[in-house]
């Protein structure tokens, strides 16, 4: 069971690495603004991407049929996998059949929902990350903190020490050129040497039956073009329609990511090359069943951006790791409680609801009313005793309150970058710690609260 | 069985039909000077462009650039000047040792400076990654504004595998800070040249 308050609570012991943290994220919503800002037709774009998404939801089952037809005339393997524990199994098969021992992977946060490396290296397969942040937290032990920068959490020092133990790399006070170059002879070598290769699949596209896969570092291909074995592991909710969609959602995608235009590479692999295997296993893993949940059904559009989590002030100021969960900030808290609701029903607590995740999220998905519909969800069992013990700071029940939820992020916040007034003496506390904030007017605030809700 | 379960929770869960919206490629398109945008585009995502008056400039371009790698491929018609010989059998491993590949790019995209490449005459489809350096010939024609242009232009059953690539590869996993050199080429060069 997950407590993000007292986790976000241990986070911002150090004050001076969380004022760091904040800001690195904060310097990346900056830039997907700016990027967002030049780009004519964005809000279009936008609409375009969410109507699509709710389209294809509308289709799903007959755009994965198009899809696993189209693969399968490609020369491509399909599988299906309802939960992470078939999915691990379809995997390990396919790598016994080849004798495959040692495994490259590129970044995959389905893998990690399925705690994918753990069950392989229990049977003892060698499994590589090869994302370099994602490498890194590997070597530390340690979850990604974040969907598209997993180890945003580290500071050099620390890597340069990570290195310095398992790379044998000298110490260099945390050299970015230094440390990027041993890992890359590290990683080419581990490429090199794979017996098989393990990706994502950021879109599926059921008109061909391609996967495509964005990476600026390029570990993906090199990966999936060392090995003869490629296997590719999608959410069914990774499906589009037709090539003109890819269009859409890729413009969107590193923009709203990083503010890039787009990935150094988007890789489009349709069929095995020649001599080797292309296997794709499509899975379920609890996403039909949020399907079936009108009002959080729209975290299905979701594309993985992390625009939500960069611009969260709650995130920004707690941590991934924090959540608990496989994706954490903003979208990882509609998500995991559809997966878990016992173990994650602090989640939806860990937002101010100021809305600012759903203004960004390129898919338009209602990211802060889904937290507050979740909330409703939650109070109503936890009123009926359903949970043995609720982990909610007690102003959670404040977030309960429709008209406190009008009230809170869209009106009382004028600045993103500091947290909405009233909240620092909430249940807040924890994320803000130390922070000084412009004196609030938290207790006419209250009174306002006591009055209104008689 | 499992496909079966998958598709009838779906059936059952599924939000009722909703059709499907046609884009209008006009919201989108900025009529802006293609090969100016393209240069800036790849620019910033840290590639290189050369300009190159015609093709035989191009080729003078890249054989001076080419003259100090001991181990090259060169894949572009009129570039025959590798020094790896390549057969369809030649392995990952065998290509370690790459360091400049050259290879013709079908188009490119004026919006993010990404060019696109595919399987079709590539010996190997990871040339273009292990390579230290990656230089792509285009033809300044060939460039439309944005990725709506660009899917109306290729075909996705044309090829086993294909990429844009709009740079080097490159991270910025460190503190944000950013590197150009990850897993993938150091570097990568479009020489543009005008027919
Ligand atoms: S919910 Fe929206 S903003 Fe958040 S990661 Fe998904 S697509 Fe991006």
């Given at each position: 069971?997950?407590n993000?308050?007292?986790?976000?609570e241990?986070?911002?012991?150090?004050?001076?690495?969380?004022?760091?943290?904040?800001?690195s994220?904060w310097?990346v919503?900056?830039?997907?603004?700016?990027?967002?800002?030049?780009f004519?037709?964005w809000?279009?774009?936008?609409n375009?991407a969410?109507?699509?998404?709710?389209h294809t939801?509308s289709?799903?089952d007959?755009?994965?049929?198009?899809?696993?037809?189209?693969?399968?005339?490609?020369?491509?393997?399909?599988h299906?996998a309802?939960?992470?524990d078939?999915?691990?199994?379809?995997?390990?098969?396919?790598?016994?059949?080849?004798?495959?021992?040692?495994?490259?992977?590129?970044?995959?946060?389905?893998?990690e929902?399925c705690?994918?490396?753990h069950?392989?290296?229990?049977?003892?397969?060698?499994?590589?990350d090869t994302d370099?942040?994602?490498?890194?937290?590997?070597?530390?032990?340690?979850?990604?903190?974040h969907?598209?920068?997993?180890?945003?959490?580290?500071?050099?020092?620390?890597?340069d020490?990570?290195?310095?133990?398992?790379?044998?790399?000298?110490?260099?006070?945390?050299?970015e050129?230094?440390?990027?170059?041993?890992?890359?002879?590290?990683?080419?070598?581990?490429f090199l040497?794979?017996?098989?290769a393990?990706?994502?699949?950021?879109?599926?596209?059921?008109e061909?039956?391609?996967?495509v896969?964005?990476?600026?570092?390029?570990n993906a291909?090199?990966?999936v073009?060392?090995?003869?074995?490629?296997?590719a592991?999608?959410?069914?909710?990774?499906?589009?329609?037709r090539k003109?969609?890819?269009?859409?959602?890729?413009r969107?995608?590193?923009r709203?990511a990083?503010?890039?235009s787009?990935?150094?590479?988007t890789?489009?692999?349709?069929?095995?090359?020649?001599?080797?295997?292309?296997?794709?296993?499509?899975?379920?893993?609890?996403?039909?069943?949020?399907?079936?949940r009108?009002e959080?059904?729209?975290?299905?559009?979701?594309?993985?951006?992390?625009?939500?989590m960069?611009?969260?002030?709650?995130?920004?100021?707690s941590?991934?790791?924090?959540?608990?969960?496989?994706i954490p900030?903003?979208i990882?808290s509609?998500?995991?409680?559809g997966?878990?609701?016992n173990?994650?029903?602090?989640?939806?607590f860990?937002?101010?609801?100021?809305?600012?995740?759903?203004?960004?999220?390129?898919?338009k998905?209602?990211i802060?009313?889904?937290?507050?519909?979740?909330r409703?969800?939650?109070t109503?069992d936890?009123?009926k005793?359903?949970?043995?013990?609720?982990?909610?700071l007690?102003?959670?029940?404040?977030?309960?309150?429709?008209l406190l939820?009008?009230?809170?992020?869209?009106?009382?916040?004028s600045?993103?970058k500091?947290?909405?007034?009233?909240?620092?003496?909430n249940?807040?506390?924890?994320?803000?710690?130390k922070?000084?904030?412009?004196?609030?007017?938290?207790?006419?605030?209250?009174?306002?609260?006591?009055?209104?809700?008689? | 069985?499992s496909?079966?379960?998958?598709?009838?929770?779906?059936r059952?869960?599924?939000?009722?039909l909703k059709?499907?919206?046609g884009?209008n490629e006009?919201?989108?398109?900025e009529?802006i000077n293609?090969?100016?945008?393209f240069?800036?585009?790849?620019?910033?995502?840290?590639g290189?462009v050369?300009?190159?008056?015609?093709?035989s400039?191009?080729?003078s371009i890249?054989?001076?650039?080419?003259?100090?790698?001991?181990?090259?491929i060169?894949?572009?018609?009129?570039?025959d000047?590798g020094?790896?010989a390549?057969?369809?059998e030649?392995s990952?491993?065998?290509?370690?040792k790459?360091?400049?590949?050259?290879?013709?790019g079908?188009?490119?995209?004026?919006e993010?400076?990404a060019v696109w490449?595919?399987?079709y005459?590539?010996?190997?489809?990871?040339i273009?990654f292990?390579?230290?350096?990656?230089?792509?010939?285009?033809?300044?024609k060939?460039?439309v504004?944005?990725?709506?242009?660009?899917?109306?232009?290729?075909s996705?059953n044309?090829?086993?595998?294909g990429?844009f690539?709009s740079?080097p590869?490159?991270?910025?996993d460190?503190?944000?800070?950013?590197?150009?050199?990850?897993?993938?080429?150091?570097?990568?060069?479009?020489?543009?040249f005008?027919?």
């Amino acid at each position: 069971m997950i407590n993000h308050a007292e986790a976000a609570e241990k986070f911002n012991r150090d004050e001076e690495h969380v004022n760091w943290h904040d800001k690195s994220l904060w310097l990346v919503r900056q830039k997907r603004d700016a990027a967002a800002a030049h780009f004519k037709g964005w809000e279009e774009l936008r609409n375009l991407a969410s109507e699509i998404k709710t389209h294809t939801l509308s289709k799903l089952d007959q755009y994965l049929i198009e899809f696993e037809e189209q693969a399968i005339k490609n020369g491509a393997k399909v599988h299906w996998a309802e939960n992470a524990d078939e999915h691990n199994k379809i995997v390990f098969e396919i790598l016994s059949k080849h004798g495959a021992e040692k495994i490259v992977k590129s970044k995959s946060m389905l893998t990690e929902e399925c705690g994918l490396n753990h069950y392989l290296e229990g049977k003892g397969i060698e499994v590589v990350d090869t994302d370099l942040g994602e490498r890194i937290v590997q070597l530390a032990k340690e979850p990604p903190s974040h969907i598209v920068m997993p180890a945003i959490h580290k500071k050099r020092k620390e890597i340069d020490e990570l290195f310095h133990q398992h790379l044998k790399t000298e110490l260099s006070g945390g050299d970015e050129v230094y440390l990027a170059r041993a890992a890359r002879e590290h990683l080419r070598q581990k490429f090199l040497n794979a017996d098989a290769a393990l990706t994502g699949a950021n879109f599926a596209v059921a008109e061909s039956g391609t996967i495509v896969v964005c990476t600026n570092e390029g570990n993906a291909d090199m990966g999936v073009h060392s090995t003869k074995l490629h296997i590719a592991s999608m959410g069914i909710e990774k499906i589009i329609p037709r090539k003109e969609h890819l269009a859409i959602f890729l413009r969107l995608l590193a923009r709203s990511a990083t503010g890039q235009s787009i990935t150094s590479y988007t890789s489009h692999y349709r069929s095995p090359k020649p001599g080797g295997e292309f296997h794709i296993i499509i899975v379920d893993n609890g996403r039909t069943t949020q399907l079936g949940r009108t009002e959080f059904r729209n975290s299905l559009k979701c594309i993985r951006c992390g625009a939500c989590m960069n611009t969260c002030p709650v995130y920004r100021r707690s941590g991934g790791h924090s959540y608990g969960s496989t994706i954490p900030g903003p979208i990882g808290s509609i998500l995991s409680p559809g997966i878990n609701l016992n173990d994650y029903n602090s989640l939806p607590f860990a937002s101010s609801l100021c809305g600012s995740c759903s203004d960004v999220c390129p898919v338009k998905i209602d990211i802060h009313t889904e937290l507050y519909k979740w909330r409703q969800v939650i109070t109503k069992d936890l009123n009926k005793n359903k949970f043995k013990k609720i982990i909610m700071l007690d102003s959670g029940f404040i977030f309960s309150h429709p008209l406190l939820f009008k009230l809170s992020g869209r009106v009382v916040n004028s600045s993103l970058k500091i947290m909405p007034e009233f909240l620092k003496n909430n249940m807040i506390k924890a994320w803000t710690r130390k922070r000084e904030l412009p004196r609030a007017p938290e207790y006419s605030f209250q009174q306002w609260y006591k009055k209104n809700r008689e | 069985m499992s496909k079966e379960n998958i598709l009838n929770k779906i059936r059952r869960n599924k939000p009722s039909l909703k059709e499907i919206l046609g884009i209008n490629e006009n919201n989108f398109c900025e009529k802006i000077n293609l090969a100016e945008a393209f240069t800036k585009n790849s620019e910033a995502a840290g590639g290189k462009v050369i300009f190159a008056s015609g093709m035989s400039e191009a080729v003078s371009i890249v054989k001076s650039l080419l003259k100090d790698f001991e181990h090259a491929i060169s894949l572009a018609d009129k570039f025959d000047f590798g020094t790896i010989a390549l057969d369809e059998e030649i392995s990952a491993k065998a290509l370690e040792k790459l360091e400049a590949a050259v290879l013709t790019g079908q188009f490119g995209v004026a919006e993010n400076g990404a060019v696109w490449i595919t399987d079709y005459g590539l010996p190997h489809r990871i040339i273009p990654f292990i390579t230290q350096h990656l230089y792509l010939i285009l033809n300044e024609k060939e460039i439309v504004e944005n990725m709506h242009e660009a899917y109306d232009r290729l075909s996705l059953n044309d090829f086993g595998y294909g990429v844009f690539i709009s740079g080097p590869s490159k991270t910025a996993d460190i503190e944000q800070s950013l590197v150009i050199g990850a897993q993938g080429p150091l570097s990568m060069t479009v020489i543009l040249f005008r027919e």
